[in-house]
């Protein structure tokens, strides 16, 4: 079985109204390489004429972003022309690459009814060679992400990118990043395998499970050693998990704000290029 290193709780870092844990990084955990941060929005409930989600456009570069919506939607817009609304179930997959402004607002029809609201964002590093790739930009829809039963259906599991047993997952990623979210029943269990080479990310959204033996409650992250493949999952209650793996890029990391580079010198030259016009001019 895959040895646990340790396990993380999340931390409360609410942005205004919006309650917000960040389960990476925090002071025990600064990364997972090549996982890179991940804040958890919710589970809050909006009142009617609200003023919705706050990330209003801001720029980005040499990473890319995963996002969950549990509840409530999301609607993009970025500088490469990537525009949607993504509602509940759905996720949305941004490559920053060279560079864009993106914003990522509530639907107008959420802040003016309100209703329950739950997000989550998962940021990747991109490995030197790519860092500097084209932007791009893909949204799906629930119905668009291919599930995987098991346990006789106690598990569903949504496949993302990579694959999943034989299911592959729609989004393709350039780096080999297997993501996917799992939604549990109670008694509901699975067993997988991930290469000893390659880092898992584990983090309990909701509910409680127990991983390789060890109890995890909601809002932790489960840091794995690279000894053992076997992870066996069994939910203490009705749970939802992320899931992933990746090998790890073993490249310097610096981060300023929104850019993350491989050198200083790269993070003065974003924000140079950003300031510059760049990464695109805003239009509403």
Do not use: C
Not at 44 to 65: A, S
Not at 84 to 111: N, P, R
Not at 162 to 167: A, I, L, N
Not at 175 to 198: P, Y
Request: zero cysteines; charged letters at 25%.
């Amino acid at each position: 079985m895959r040895k646990i290193k340790k396990i993380h709780k999340a931390i409360s870092a609410p942005m205004g109204d919006l309650v917000t844990y960040r389960a990476l990084p925090t002071n025990t955990v600064e990364y997972i390489d090549p996982f890179l941060f991940l804040n958890h929005h919710g589970p809050q409930v909006y009142k009617p004429n609200n003023q919705g989600l706050p990330f209003g456009p801001h720029p980005h570069r040499g990473f890319e972003t995963l996002t969950f919506i549990l509840e409530g939607d999301i609607t993009h817009q970025d500088t490469g022309g990537g525009k949607d609304v993504i509602e509940a179930g759905g996720v949305q997959w941004m490559t920053a690459g060279s560079g864009l402004i993106h914003a990522e607002v509530s639907s107008e029809k959420f802040k003016k009814e309100g209703g329950p609201l739950e997000i989550l964002q998962l940021w990747f590093n991109l490995p030197a060679k790519y860092k500097m790739v084209k932007p791009a930009y893909v949204g799906l829809q629930k119905d668009k992400i291919p599930v995987v039963t098991e346990d006789e259906g106690k598990v569903k599991v949504n496949v993302i990118s990579g694959s999943w047993g034989e299911t592959k997952g729609p989004i393709p990623s350039l780096s080999d990043i297997h993501m996917a979210s799992v939604e549990l029943q109670e008694a509901g269990s699975f067993t997988t395998t991930v290469a000893a080479e390659r880092n898992v990310f584990f983090y309990v959204v909701r509910g409680s499970v127990k991983v390789n033996g060890e109890k995890v409650e909601k809002l932790h992250l489960v840091e794995f050693s690279n000894e053992g493949e076997e992870i066996k999952v069994e939910a203490q209650e009705e749970s939802y998990i992320l899931f992933g793996h990746a090998r790890p890029f073993n490249e310097p990391v610096v981060a300023h704000g929104p850019f993350v580079m491989n050198t200083e010198q790269e993070i003065q030259e974003a924000f140079r290029d950003y300031q510059l016009g760049k990464m695109g001019s805003w239009e509403e």
